[in-house]
């Protein structure tokens, strides 16, 4: 990555030339050495017109392997190679010019025509912290088999053939594909022109809010759920209305169809599994969002089902309802059950209209051919893939059993991850957690807790972890009467260092 030193100032007054403009690489500045003297005297500078001392110019190191000495010796046919005249010294920087004027720099944001409603917003990410537990990110925990990572190769490989020519812009074969693997959860025949892929589920939202969204129009949600939803509308200039839960955490149709009647919203987002926590909305809920949405004609209901591989048995997928409800958009990514997180796959289905509204602001060739070959390979594994699904689901449900024993209260999970509490002080046990090499989320919901399903050996490690933390300071479990999940109230993120996006 290079930087460009740019100083440019006007000229002098009554006359002049301004100061010539710098481009240098940034690279290139850090490795020329600089002579304290030369810099306070520039007239104590070298020519730089003036022939090099060869004795003081070091010979690079060669591109590539060394060359033998046959290759470029007497009778071998070929010149020696040249060597590299010394880089010239990089003029300094003026402080002010004739005039007197300052030169102009960037320091930071502030120093930047950023956007008023950015300022001040923190980027996305939860805490990347190298230690032997990580249950923070929501991932899969099952790395792809050596077979599986020989057929990527294979699809990397033969992408790679044709990597001078754009991908396929529509991504037919990709979305093909797609659809019929979502035929069977779907319930019916899924057609090509109902699905829509893009770079991970994030990016399929922000492209609903561009279509859909923008200055002048809402969007929203029912907190506390995944907020990349509020921030990717904030970044799209939309507005942003975050409605509550109940105080367990429920969400019926009576709450949503009110928000839709008040707003009015051209984007409402619905989380089934909810993230974080973890349980599917019923059908008859999204239903009801879709109806009164059609009835006020005012935007579209959005389902975020990335986490919709590990529902339990009989609860059914936003899916089913998309042949009578043309306002429904479903999301989904590869991410987590396909174990994917690294290719960056995300995906809708909704009506032909929609997807035609996602080509209007995607940027051309968005999907490499490199993620669609990785993505179809994994599509064509799809059994061995999902395989894992039902491992991750059996350490889901032991943390749901073995967490009550610790005298903790959980909400019932249809997701990989399963939210935990009653905490009087929910950062200190996430603190004592990763003192113990266990790394959990603090999503600043007040004395709850998220911790992903992982490996065996995680699970076990994680319980025995909070089991140390709880026994040494007993007072962190909530002492009063045991509630629903969410009874001792949902209040908004308190702005800690722990408080960050959901993901």
């Given at each position: 990555m290079t930087n460009d030193i740019d100083a440019v100032e006007d000229a002098a007054e009554g006359g002049g030339t301004p100061t010539e403009v710098i481009s240098v690489p940034m690279e290139v500045i850090s490795a020329v050495p600089v002579d304290p003297a030369t810099a306070a005297d520039p007239a104590a500078a070298p020519d730089p017109a003036a022939a090099p001392d060869p004795a003081a110019v070091a010979a690079p190191a060669p591109?590539?392997?060394?060359?033998?000495?046959?290759?470029?010796?007497?009778?071998?046919?070929?010149?020696?190679?040249?060597?590299?005249?010394?880089?010239?010294?990089?003029?300094?920087?003026?402080?002010?010019?004739?005039?007197?004027?300052?030169?102009?720099?960037?320091?930071?944001?502030?120093?930047?025509?950023?956007?008023?409603d950015l300022r001040g917003l923190s980027p996305y990410g939860a805490p990347q912290i190298d230690v032997p537990v990580r249950l923070n990110t929501n991932e899969n925990p099952h790395a792809p088999s050596a077979g599986l990572v020989d057929a990527l190769g294979k699809a990397a490989t033969l992408a790679a053939t044709e990597a001078n020519r754009y991908p396929d812009r529509e991504a037919e074969a990709l979305r093909a594909d797609l659809a019929y693997y979502l035929t069977p959860d779907a319930g019916f025949g899924v057609h090509t022109a109902q699905v829509w892929a893009a770079n991970g589920s994030n990016e399929v939202i922000q492209q609903l809010c561009q279509a859909f969204g923008g200055p002048g129009r809402l969007a929203v949600g029912f907190e506390p759920s995944y907020s990349m939803h509020r921030l990717i509308a904030q970044a799209t200039a939309t507005g942003w209305a975050g409605e509550q839960r109940a105080a367990d955490f429920t969400l019926d149709a009576e709450r949503v169809t009110s928000a839709i009647r008040r707003h009015r919203p051209a984007l409402l987002f619905l989380c089934s599994p909810?993230?974080?926590?973890?349980?599917?909305?019923?059908?008859?809920?999204?239903?009801?969002?879709?109806?009164v949405m059609d009835e006020?004609?005012?935007?579209?209901?959005?389902?975020?089902?990335?986490?919709?591989?590990?529902?339990?048995?009989?609860?059914?997928?936003?899916?089913?309802?998309?042949?009578?409800?043309?306002?429904?958009?479903?999301?989904?990514?590869?991410?987590?059950?396909?174990?994917?997180?690294?290719?960056?796959?995300?995906?809708?289905?909704?009506?032909?209209?929609?997807?035609?509204?996602?080509?209007?602001?995607?940027?051309?060739?968005?999907?490499?051919?490199?993620?669609?070959?990785?993505?179809?390979?994994?599509?064509?594994?799809?059994?061995?893939?999902?395989?894992?699904?039902?491992?991750?689901?059996?350490?889901?449900?032991?943390?749901?059993?073995?967490?009550?024993?610790?005298?903790?209260?959980?909400?019932?999970?249809?997701?990989?991850?399963?939210?935990?509490?009653?905490?009087?002080?929910?950062?200190?046990?996430?603190?004592?957690?990763?003192?113990?090499?266990?790394?959990v989320r603090d999503l600043g919901l007040d004395g709850w807790l998220r911790v992903t399903a992982g490996l065996p050996a995680e699970t076990d490690a994680f319980l025995g972890a909070l089991r140390a933390v709880l026994a040494a300071r007993p007072a962190l479990l909530n002492s009063g009467p045991a509630g629903p999940p969410g009874s001792s109230g949902v209040p908004a993120p308190s702005g800690g260092p722990h408080d960050l996006a959901a993901g």
């Open positions: 591109l590539g392997p060394p060359v033998p000495p046959s290759a470029s010796g007497p009778g071998s046919g070929s010149a020696a190679v040249p060597a590299v005249p010394a880089v010239p010294a990089v003029p300094a920087v003026p402080a002010a010019s004739a005039g007197g004027r300052a030169a102009r720099r960037v320091v930071g944001l502030d120093d930047l025509p950023l956007r008023d909810n993230n974080p926590t973890a349980t599917a909305l019923g059908m008859d809920v999204i239903a009801a969002a879709c109806e006020v004609g005012s935007g579209v209901v959005v389902v975020d089902e990335a986490y919709a591989e590990f529902r339990r048995a009989g609860v059914p997928s936003a899916l089913t309802l998309l042949p009578e409800q043309p306002r429904l958009v479903v999301t989904r990514t590869m991410s987590k059950a396909f174990a994917l997180a690294g290719a960056r796959v995300g995906y809708l289905a909704a009506h032909p209209a929609v997807v035609d509204a996602m080509a209007l602001v995607r940027l051309p060739y968005h999907l490499s051919s490199f993620t669609q070959a990785v993505a179809r390979t994994a599509l064509a594994h799809a059994d061995e893939l999902l395989g894992t699904v039902d491992a991750v689901k059996a350490q889901r449900d032991l943390l749901v059993r073995s967490l009550p024993e610790l005298g903790c209260e959980v909400a019932p999970s249809d997701a990989n991850f399963v939210l935990f509490g009653r905490f009087t002080d929910q950062r200190a046990v996430w603190q004592g957690l990763l003192d113990a090499g266990v790394l």
